[in-house]
């Protein structure tokens, strides 16, 4: 599978699933100042191997903004939230105020955190930043494509 995700000249970026060559989906990401809400899953999922948004639709289920609740998934997007607060911050917050955040937000929605370490986080970020630099030389009109295996 495929994400590609193409900047827009207004006030949202769009993700195409991408299957066997063929866009079976399309999604309106509202623009947010750093790299799209969705690319930064595919940021985390990839690094840690978890099952998150991106992984549900690998496994079939339609790309929504209201997937049904799912433990790990939903430690997932906690985490997701996280790291986009950190993107906001420059990218720059320190590993173990990330994960203090992260537990505090899975608390917060009642929701079982992910174990992780501040390797993790270290590692997400820097995919994070990867992704940043590639969308940040995307022209509007232009196409970012991740493969998501």
């Not at 790309?63 to 906001?88: H, I, K, P, T, Y």
């Not at 990867?130 to 022209?139: C, G, I, K, N, R």
Request: proline share 3%; with cysteine; aromatic share 6%.
């Amino acid at each position: 599978m495929q994400l590609v995700f193409t900047k827009g000249a207004g006030k949202h970026d769009q993700m195409a699933v991408v299957r066997d060559g063929v866009a079976v989906e399309r999604i309106e990401c509202p623009k947010q100042g750093i790299i799209p809400h969705d690319m930064v899953h595919y940021g985390v999922e990839s690094t840690l191997h978890k099952r998150g948004f991106v992984d549900r639709i690998l496994h079939g289920e339609a790309a929504s903004f209201q997937m049904a609740a799912e433990e790990e998934s939903d430690g997932v997007e906690r985490l997701v939230e996280v790291f986009q607060a950190d993107g906001w911050s420059g990218w720059t917050s320190a590993p173990a105020d990330m994960l203090d955040l992260y537990q505090v937000t899975c608390n917060a929605r009642q929701c079982a955190p992910l174990e992780l370490h501040a390797e993790d986080i270290e590692a997400v970020r820097s995919k994070l930043l990867e992704l940043s630099a590639q969308w940040q030389s995307v022209a509007v009109g232009g196409h970012l494509v991740l493969d998501f295996v």
